[in-house]
């Protein structure tokens, strides 16, 4: 399955707005947004370097290495997910969704990434 068919799944399990796979210098590597309005690509890259900084700071502490962040803000929520190899999974979606669907959804949507990476 194509890692693109793989995010759209997850968008629409998770009612995400959108979903984006970046490798580990932030460039795209497949994408999708329910709108052309949503800036994915640019929500993406940017909240990679967050996901970086708290995995730095937890292994300089006794803390189990981090593999997902959640992220509220007035508007919306994001949650940021390591993916083996140093990408990354950005999920977008709407202040009023559960965060706890995406990230379960993310799992699942990493594990196949993953088996499709080889």
Do not use: W
Request: glycine share 6%.
């Amino acid at each position: 399955m194509p890692f693109k068919a793989i995010l759209q799944d997850l968008a629409l399990k998770a009612g995400a707005t959108g979903a984006i796979m970046l490798d580990r210098e932030g460039e795209v590597v497949a994408s999708c947004a329910q709108n052309d309005s949503l800036q994915i690509d640019l929500i993406g890259a940017h909240h990679g370097i967050i996901l970086n900084i708290i995995q730095d700071a937890s292994t300089r502490s006794d803390f189990p290495e981090v593999s997902s962040v959640s992220i509220s803000t007035d508007s919306a929520k994001l949650s940021i997910s390591s993916i083996k190899e140093g990408y990354y999974l950005v999920v977008a979606l709407e202040k009023r969704r559960p965060i706890g669907k995406t990230l379960f959804e993310s799992r699942r949507a990493i594990k196949k990434i993953e088996e499709e990476m080889g």
